[in-house]
């Protein structure tokens, strides 16, 4: 398929668009938020049959396409990525793809701990607190024939060492939920949302996390990752849970539409999908009542042991009681704008989203080539096993990495077989999260346990603003 566009003054575009299928040639026209008109396809013949200069049907469909294409062209059309909607990144126009998005294309990331506007906004009671799940970041693209495509936060459409294998063969079940959904997930939609355990519920009623078991899907290979869905009739399959909706039937809303709006378009959704794609709790309260809008619940008020008033310390406690990570608070009526979205390879974040967690958590560069003095070597029955390792930040206006800790704590993992796949200084360096109780005065981490391997990271994105300023000077 190519697609042209016109502009008709400053807020008129017009939209062509034409494709080839064997010997049929189709061509639809519109104007950009406006219905697409499509026109009688034209059937091809094959010329010149049984002579030398013999063309199929095929070859004249192909040159009749190329030809109208020129013609646009000649016309003051401007070729552009098909099922794309120009969008203005610092004070320049881009064209994102609704379909396949570029390389560069980073979405929005909340804010690492709460500023004073929320802190006001959640006193105020005027704040929205959603639930973070514990999982791996995805945007999900519906074409207009409903074909499902995944991507990584980066943007990648395949694990790393499975070249041309999409993410969606790992993921069956969700691609299926998804396409039962009826009118509420339009054609050209683009779904942020985070792969996570969709398992079995804990006491209170909610879906538990298991960040071992996302692991273990996402680092295996498709056939291995299919395999480990499957253990017990399916019980421990990863889902899809929809946290934001950055186009919405051709629509880019990312930039333009309230966080109200937009995850009222992620419910809705998510409750007319098969069972693997869900939505998070979203709780809001008054000067009386909680509220919990949860997933396939027909209910909105919160269930008993709800604390009201709901503040950020009695979040924090719920969370922690429920076993959750935490939370994502989020101002309902702001617009991100030009926050919502970067086309430079690095996410923005917007004021007015920030996380909330029950524990601190963060992403380092972890080095080890103890026989070089960074890191050390295990001791008694460690030996030959890392004994610790070395964490830094990057600090981009210095453009070099701050030592931060020496972390020797794990958590959360079959403890021996796991280092041991760790302890090769070739391996390194690489992302680790690390889960720690706070800073320090100097700006070290008290008590710090490696949680995981961060493989979708780059060492550039452990950014030193994540330590506290006061302690930085």
């Not at 008709?8 to 064997?22: L, Q």
């Not at 004070?91 to 802190?119: H, Y």
């Not at 041309?164 to 079940?173: A, D, I, S």
């Not at 346990?449 to 302690?471: A, F, S, W, Y």
Request: proline share 6%; charged share 30%; net charge negative.
């Amino acid at each position: 398929m190519r697609e042209f566009h016109q502009n008709k003054g400053r807020t008129k575009t017009v939209i062509w668009r034409i494709w080839r299928d064997e010997d049929r040639v189709f061509t639809t026209h519109g104007q950009y938020k406006g219905k697409m008109v499509e026109d009688l396809p034209t059937v091809c013949k094959g010329v010149n049959l049984g002579k030398a200069n013999e063309k199929s049907p095929e070859v004249v469909a192909q040159e009749l396409l190329e030809r109208r294409a020129l013609k646009k062209e000649r016309e003051g059309y401007e070729e552009v990525e098909p099922y794309s909607v120009p969008i203005e990144d610092e004070g320049e126009e881009q064209q994102f793809c609704l379909i396949d998005p570029a390389r560069s294309t980073r979405f929005w990331k909340p804010q690492r701990s709460l500023n004073a506007g929320l802190t006001a906004l959640i006193k105020k009671g005027d704040a929205w607190f959603l639930r973070k799940r514990d999982g791996v970041m995805f945007v999900v693209t519906v074409d207009d024939c409903k074909f499902v495509r995944m991507f990584s936060s980066t943007m990648d459409p395949c694990h790393k060492d499975e070249p041309g294998v999409p993410w969606t063969e790992r993921f069956p079940h969700i691609v299926i939920s998804l396409k039962k959904a009826g009118a509420t997930l339009p054609p050209l939609t683009v779904l942020l949302g985070e792969v996570c355990l969709h398992g079995p519920e804990n006491v209170d009623g909610y879906q538990q996390d298991s960040r071992v078991r996302v692991a273990n899907v996402m680092k295996s290979l498709t056939p291995r990752a299919l395999e480990v869905q499957e253990v017990e009739d399916g019980k421990y399959r990863l889902g899809f849970c929809i946290w934001d909706v950055a186009a919405y039937n051709g629509e880019f809303i990312i930039t333009t539409e309230t966080y109200r709006h937009r995850i009222q378009h992620a419910e809705f959704i998510a409750r007319d999908c098969g069972p693997y794609v869900t939505h998070p709790e979203r709780i809001r309260c008054d000067e009386r009542y909680t509220y919990m809008y949860r997933p396939n619940k027909n209910t909105s008020l919160a269930p008993p042991g709800t604390p009201t008033p709901w503040t950020q310390e009695t979040a924090q406690q719920y969370a922690k009681n429920v076993g959750w990570e935490g939370f994502v608070v989020v101002d309902p009526d702001a617009v991100f704008g030009d926050r919502g979205v970067s086309f430079h390879g690095k996410s923005e974040r917007p004021a007015t989203a920030a996380k909330l967690k029950t524990i601190r958590e963060g992403d380092f560069i972890a080095r080890f080539d103890p026989d070089n003095g960074v890191g050390k070597w295990g001791k008694g029955n460690r030996a030959g096993l890392i004994g610790n390792v070395a964490l830094f930040l990057w600090d981009p206006e210095k453009e070099e990495e701050v030592f931060i800790s020496n972390c020797g704590g794990w958590k959360g993992v079959d403890l021996l077989e796991y280092v041991r796949a760790l302890s090769d200084p070739k391996l390194y360096p690489m992302v680790w999260e690390v889960e720690f109780s706070g800073w320090t005065e100097h700006g070290s981490l008290d008590f710090p346990q490696h949680l995981r391997v961060r493989e979708n990271k780059t060492l550039n994105e452990c950014d030193i603003g994540q330590r506290p300023e006061m302690e930085t000077a």
